[in-house]
């Protein structure tokens, strides 16, 4: 019995099969031309779970000092386990790496204590959306320390997100929430420093393919240097209460281990100027959480400044599917396949 045509036939099934396995990996991020798009939406979930931290500090009440270092301590445990799971499926961390991640947890400390402070002084929606001028900071360290190249858009939007953080801070009506408008806004703008540089160093590390065993290293060096830094500047409270440590736990669960650690491990397979785009979703929510939660009312002009941040980030951040730049030259775009 002639048997020809079914190896053709096998072939063609097979290649029918093939296609929708190579669908399937595209979707699960397996093809490099579509693959930021699963961590974009990761990295965006992680910023709105960030968000909730402002409006949990400001409940809790206590010191910059003690909510900085308890919302450390209390996610170590976590971490540790999720880190331990790293270890095991991976290699253990690059002591090589030690360096870079212990100055990103001095960073992330500074950037802590400063903006749960401006938190008072400023409110925590408003304060939230100040700190977020890293959206200028993070791009600019990767283009001068790693030669990432920047869209012409995001230097034209440059100057309407600052005019969006003075409008945002209250410095034009006065119109800001808090005991310290003023203040509070330097203090934010420092912890904004702060965060850039954190952020752009958290991104380097996570690039290493151990992000969460960076990222343990990362806050158990912040939890330190909190508790240095808070010991010196407004105190340290070693038992606050199961008031505060409850509120302090949510901050830790929901920022610091599950927002922080998506942030963490996805920022890598981006572009800077867009993992620096859609971290703008935390002030967005920390505005609405705000309003709700705490009942504060920005003024009309404070919102249009809020309405410039983001938009500036939005649209300074090009294309949401751009590919990461380092990794994007002379990489060949595959041709149609002819039919």
Do not use: K
């Not at 397996?30 to 949990?56: E, K, N, T």
């Not at 736990?249 to 998506?262: E, N, P, S, Y």
């Not at 938009?311 to 090009?318: E, K, L, M, V």
């Amino acid at each position: 019995m002639p048997s020809g045509p079914r190896p053709r036939v096998w072939e063609r099934s097979r290649s029918r099969f093939g296609r929708s396995c190579g669908g399937y990996r595209t979707a699960m991020g397996g093809d490099p031309q579509r693959r930021p798009a699963g961590p974009a939406v990761r990295l965006g979930i992680g910023a709105l779970f960030v968000s909730v931290s402002s409006v949990l500090i400001d409940l809790a009440g206590t010191t910059p000092g003690t909510a900085s270092f308890y919302r450390c301590v209390l996610s170590l445990p976590l971490l540790a386990v999720v880190a331990a799971l790293e270890r095991h499926r991976h290699r253990p961390l690059d002591r090589r790496q030690l360096p870079a991640a212990l100055l990103a947890g001095v960073f992330f400390a500074g950037d802590m204590l400063l903006w749960t402070r401006a938190i008072e002084e400023v409110g925590a929606g408003l304060s939230t959306v100040v700190v977020n001028v890293q959206v200028i900071g993070v791009p600019l360290l990767a283009w001068a320390i790693d030669g990432e190249s920047v869209p012409r858009r995001f230097v034209a939007w440059v100057p309407v997100m600052l005019l969006g953080v003075a409008l945002t801070a209250g410095l034009v009506d006065g119109g800001a929430a808090g005991t310290n408008p003023v203040q509070g806004t330097i203090h934010a703008v420092l912890a904004a420093a702060c965060y850039s540089v954190f952020l752009y160093l958290l991104r380097r590390t996570g690039t290493t393919g151990r992000p969460v065993q960076n990222y343990f290293v990362v806050i158990a060096a912040a939890g330190l240097v909190s508790l240095a830094g808070g010991w010196l500047w407004r105190g340290v409270d070693l038992t606050p209460g199961f008031r505060v440590i409850g509120w302090l736990i949510g901050v830790a669960v929901a920022g610091t281990v599950v927002g922080w650690l998506l942030v963490a491990t996805n920022s890598p397979l981006l572009p800077s100027h867009v993992g620096a785009a859609l971290l703008m979703l935390t002030p967005v929510g920390a505005l609405v959480l705000s309003a709700v939660v705490l009942h504060e009312r920005p003024t009309v002009l404070q919102l249009i400044g809020s309405v410039l941040i983001v938009a500036g980030a939005y649209f300074s951040g090009n294309r949401l599917r751009g590919q990461r730049t380092d990794r994007a030259r002379g990489r060949r775009r595959p041709g149609r396949r002819s039919p």
